[in-house]
């Protein structure tokens, strides 16, 4: 698997959307662009957006936004807003993925796409933000994307990540936007999102945690899931996480912990960039002790090059007892 920086105006627009929604980290991450565009949102679209993302916790605006488009044929050359109405094309798209959403969550997302993503980004349009993107973000962005290019060519983490999940020697693309941070996410189709101001070694934290989702195809391991799930000390550390860092339901808390456990067992054997341990202990108040005891797992139980990640997933679960 090779990794190959791009860039792209329309996710960069998306992940803007973290601002917008008055997203607290993203705040405090670009305070000087909040007061300059946050002050264009009427007041009525204010409060009809607190209204829609007061479910969503602390979570990213950005990423079922990216999500949706990515799955479009040429998303980097369509309109946003064009692509965003267009709601037919985008759960047939998404249905070839290899993510499924329901249907209450697709009704989520366009009721708040239509209600508050659009409005949004035609306030951004009307202030120019398209020039203000092209003048002050993309010579960053393009300069970033040369340099991280030059430091990937110099990682081998095809075998290490397709010992567990089959990557085909596939290009991943890691799209890089100036307001994605804190997180990146992963998108459809080999595709990923990350910040340009990440250093070098945070960027490899990242591509080798992303590119895992999903680890395995839910559904033939539904039920370990469900037995991992009612595990009391899975459910005492679920409760237990951070707000920043809180994942719900619980199988999306429980597939964090595993690609988590994937992407440090790859990253502890190409860089010296942590503790694996400490990180564990340390991230979302130590409630990623699955990653902790599936990090163990992977150390001690070699995958047979025959077996399946979903059959080896089910050991392990089978592993730790009722």
């Not at 009525?44 to 999500?67: A, D, H, I, V």
């Not at 503790?275 to 995958?303: C, H, I, M, Q, T």
Request: charged fraction near 25%.
């Amino acid at each position: 698997m090779r990794i190959k920086t791009a860039i792209s105006y329309n996710f960069d627009l998306l992940c803007f959307m973290n601002i917008l929604a008055a997203n607290q980290s993203s705040i405090d991450e670009h305070k000087e662009l909040f007061e300059r565009f946050y002050p264009l949102v009427s007041s009525k679209l204010r409060r009809r957006m607190n209204f829609y993302t007061k479910f969503w916790g602390e979570r990213l605006m950005s990423s079922p936004l990216t999500m949706l488009i990515s799955s479009l044929p040429n998303f980097n050359e369509r309109n946003v807003i064009e692509m965003l109405k267009s709601r037919s094309e985008i759960k047939e798209a998404m249905g070839k993925t290899t993510y499924a959403f329901t249907r209450i969550q697709y009704w989520w997302f366009f009721k708040i796409i239509n209600k508050v993503i659009i409005p949004l980004l035609e306030i951004l349009e009307n202030a120019d933000f398209k020039d203000f993107w092209e003048t002050e973000r993309l010579p960053l962005l393009t300069k970033r994307c040369e340099e991280l290019n030059e430091f990937m060519e110099q990682q081998n983490l095809n075998e290490l990540m397709n010992r567990f999940v089959t990557f085909d020697n596939l290009d991943f693309n890691v799209y890089l936007c100036s307001f994605v941070s804190p997180h990146g996410h992963r998108l459809c189709d080999n595709t990923m999102v990350s910040d340009y101001i990440y250093d070098n070694d945070t960027t490899l934290l990242v591509v080798t945690h992303e590119p895992f989702h999903p680890p395995y195809d839910y559904k033939k391991v539904q039920s370990a899931v469900d037995k991992l799930a009612n595990m009391p000390w899975v459910k005492a550390a679920y409760k237990s996480q951070s707000a920043g860092d809180r994942y719900y339901p619980i199988k999306e808390y429980i597939e964090e912990n595993i690609v988590t456990a994937l992407g440090i067992n790859v990253l502890v054997q190409v860089s010296n960039l942590l503790d694996p341990n400490e990180y564990f202990k340390e991230r979302s108040n130590g409630a990623f002790v699955v990653s902790a005891r599936f990090f163990d797992y992977l150390r001690e139980n070699e995958k047979d090059a025959g077996q399946s990640f979903e059959e080896y997933f089910i050991k392990f679960v089978d592993s730790l007892g009722v």
